[in-house]
Structures are given as structure tokens and as C-alpha cells.
């Protein structure tokens, strides 16, 4: 098992819906989450990054981390078709050499159709 | 644009070729990493700088990958004699040093790799 579980999706919305994408994560040491944004044959780009449980928001974007219950998930408000792109939740983590590398889901790709 | 750039951003090659790929983070980036992604998965971690100094590799970086940082600045990494399933996206990031909890990471477009 993975340490984050991301569902690949494809997820598709209309124009200007509320979207929800999810990720679980099993790794208890895990205290750190990101939201990344992939467009195609792009690298990704830091969305959200959020500490500890609750939510943390910005513009459209409002990210929520649930500890307890080791669910991370990322709102998006009044989507449009910019928004159209994978979605890849990641926690760092010391391995003990001060790295942090990221340990990432499989991203969710999103289609907002017009 | 994150300034972190990677060259060539495709590159195809015949199996048992050697290739390397370059990565120029920003001059501020002490941390340097290198992920792979393959399609519909998440990048998976390969290797780490600090500096020039290769502090940690991942169990996916076989002995035919090799990654350098001379001097601490860009970085460079090999892949000899290519196999098919080395067929992915090279991802390279670049950071800051880390402070309270800020691990962001800066990542290049990537280096698409075909092997045929």
C-alpha cells in the first residue's frame, strides 16, 4: 500500500462547480501537506501547503487536513477551464538525512468543461 | 517560470544508450532533487542534494543511474544503458534550505525520456 492515496479519476465538472479531490495518507509522521498542479507535460507547481488539521484558504482554493482521520482534501470554488489539470497531494518526510523529499499520490486529473 | 530549468526536455533514445540530463536550479536553491514520473503516477522521490553533497538515494536509483552537483550549483544525471522501462518524465527541483516546517520545492518542466 501506498503511503498517499490519490483516485486518478478522470474527473470532469461543468464550469463554475465546486470541486473535491481527496487523498489519504498513512504515514503518521506525515505532518506537512501540499496540493500540487500539473498541467500537461508540465512540471508541477506548489498550489497549497498546509500544517496540522483544518482548513487553509486561498481565493478559490481552500485546502482542509483532517489528522485524525488522515484525509487531506482541496476545494476548488467557481471552477474554470484554467483549472483543468492533475492534482497531486504530497507530504514531505525526513528520512533522517534532512531531505524532506516529497512523497506524492497518484494526482487526480480534473476537466472543467465550458 | 520557477527558474529552475532542465535541458534537453525530450530525448529519445535506443535501448543501451547512455543519456544524461541537466538541471539548473536558482542560485539560492541549496536543496536539489531528482524525481521520476511515469505515466498516471505521482513523481517518485530518486535522489538528494545539500549543497554538492549527494545525501540521500532512493532504492529506485539502480547502479546504472548516477547523479552529480559539482560545486553545489547545477546538477547532472546518468542514466547508462538504457532500458525500456526507463521511459518517463525527470523531474528536477530545487529549494531553499528548510526552516519551520518550509519545504517547498521549485520544480523544472522535466525531462521527457522515450527509449525505443
Known amino acids: 500500500q501506498k503511503e498517499v492515496e490519490q483516485d486518478p479519476g478522470p474527473l470532469s465538472v461543468p464550469e463554475g462547480a465546486i470541486v473535491s479531490l481527496n487523498c489519504t495518507y498513512s504515514n503518521s509522521a506525515f505532518q506537512y501537506f501540499m496540493w500540487y498542479r500539473q498541467y500537461s507535460r508540465k512540471g508541477p507547481e506548489l498550489l497549497m501547503y498546509t500544517y496540522s488539521s483544518g482548513n487553509k484558504e486561498d481565493g478559490r482554493f481552500t485546502a482542509q487536513v483532517d489528522k485524525s482521520s488522515k484525509y487531506i482534501s482541496l476545494f476548488i470554488r467557481d471552477s474554470q477551464p484554467s483549472d483543468s489539470a492533475t492534482y497531486l497531494c504530497a507530504s514531505p518526510e525526513d528520512s533522517g538525512a534532512g531531505s524532506y523529499q516529497l512523497t506524492f499520490g497518484k494526482g487526480t486529473k480534473l476537466s472543467v468543461i465550458p | 517560470d520557477t527558474g529552475v530549468s532542465q535541458d534537453p526536455r525530450h530525448k529519445i533514445t535506443k535501448r543501451g544508450q547512455n543519456v544524461t540530463f541537466r538541471c539548473d536550479p536558482i542560485s539560492e536553491h541549496n536543496r536539489l532533487y531528482w524525481y521520476r514520473q511515469t505515466l498516471g503516477q505521482g513523481p517518485e522521490f530518486l535522489t538528494y542534494?545539500?549543497?554538492?553533497?549527494?545525501?540521500?538515494k532512493s532504492r529506485l536509483l539502480s547502479d546504472r543511474f548516477s547523479a552529480e552537483r559539482p560545486k553545489g550549483s547545477f546538477s547532472t544525471l546518468e542514466i547508462q544503458r538504457t532500458e525500456q522501462g526507463d521511459s518517463a518524465m525527470y523531474l528536477c527541483a530545487g529549494g531553499d534550505d528548510y526552516l519551520n516546517g518550509d519545504t517547498e520545492a521549485f520544480f523544472g518542466q522535466g525531462t521527457r525520456l522515450t527509449v525505443v
Open positions: 542534494f545539500q549543497n554538492e553533497a549527494q545525501l540521500e
